[in-house]
């Protein structure tokens, strides 16, 4: 697969417009309408200079480079960043986002706590929000849940299902991944929850880490993919 950035990179070919079309993009679907007033205003000229095959030439460049769709719902077309680059087009842009960290939980129910703490402490990193893929045998051992948290109850048996632990992490990213920068966490869950959130980090450009060390102890954050 080729490199994320490098596909940003060919895409925009140095074409200010489709810099300006994907920076407007990161802040979700826009109708060919709200493309159009936005390149007039970045590029200092009125509305109607900017021709309906101006911008649909520039579209139809990033289409076919994977960078984005376009879709109609009732009289509007839209077009939207493909989520599964949503986090390269961010990296080569330079623009930032709010932090969700994702994890699962087989064992260690503290961990809904103390893994803000250790991102905080070791890497300077606060997120925003947490979301939790938990097996329901844990209901009544996570105490403590931070306000910012979600948990994700799931059977058991699902936590040593690679295509449901991957479909239900999918689901989470592709819903989250619009507003929030992904980091994927896997300290705990079982192997195949660990191999689930590492594929999805390939296919996502996402970063990945664990806490090494044991529980008992003050445990260091350990970057997998940065």
């Known amino acids: 697969m080729s ?23 990161l802040e979700g679907p826009k109708t060919g309408y709200e493309l159009r007033d936005a390149l007039a205003k970045e590029l200092g000229v009125g509305v109607d200079d900017i021709s309906d095959a101006k911008l649909y030439f520039n579209l139809q460049a990033l289409e076919n480079s994977g960078l984005i769709n376009r879709y109609r719902e009732w ?8 989520p599964s680059m949503v986090q390269a087009v961010r990296r080569y842009l330079n ?14 129910p503290l961990l809904v706590r103390e893994v803000g703490r250790r991102l905080r402490e070791h890497s300077g990193i606060d ?8 097996e ?16 994700i109850w799931v059977p058991e048996y699902a936590m040593y299902d690679f295509k449901r632990m991957y479909e239900v992490a999918k689901n989470i990213v592709e819903r ?10 896997v300290t705990d869950g079982t192997r195949i929850s660990a ?11 996402l ?3 664990y806490l090494k060390g044991k529980k008992d102890e003050t445990r260091k954050v350990v970057w997998i993919r940065e």
């Open 3 to 25: 490199d994320p950035l490098l596909i940003v990179e060919r895409a925009i070919s140095g074409v200010e417009a489709r810099r300006i079309i994907l920076k407007e993009l």
């Open 75 to 82: 009289k509007s077309k839209y077009a939207e960043i493909v």
């Open 95 to 108: 623009v930032s986002a709010p932090i969700l960290c994702l994890s699962s939980l087989d064992s260690e």
């Open 127 to 134: 997120p925003d929000g947490y979301v939790f893929i938990a």
């Open 136 to 151: 329901n045998e844990m209901r009544t051992r996570v105490g403590g849940k931070p306000d910012n948290a979600e948990i």
């Open 176 to 185: 989250e991944i619009g507003r929030n920068e992904i980091i994927l966490d």
């Open 195 to 205: 191999v689930a959130l590492q594929q999805l980090a390939w296919e996502y450009g």
């Open 207 to 209: 970063r990945v880490f």
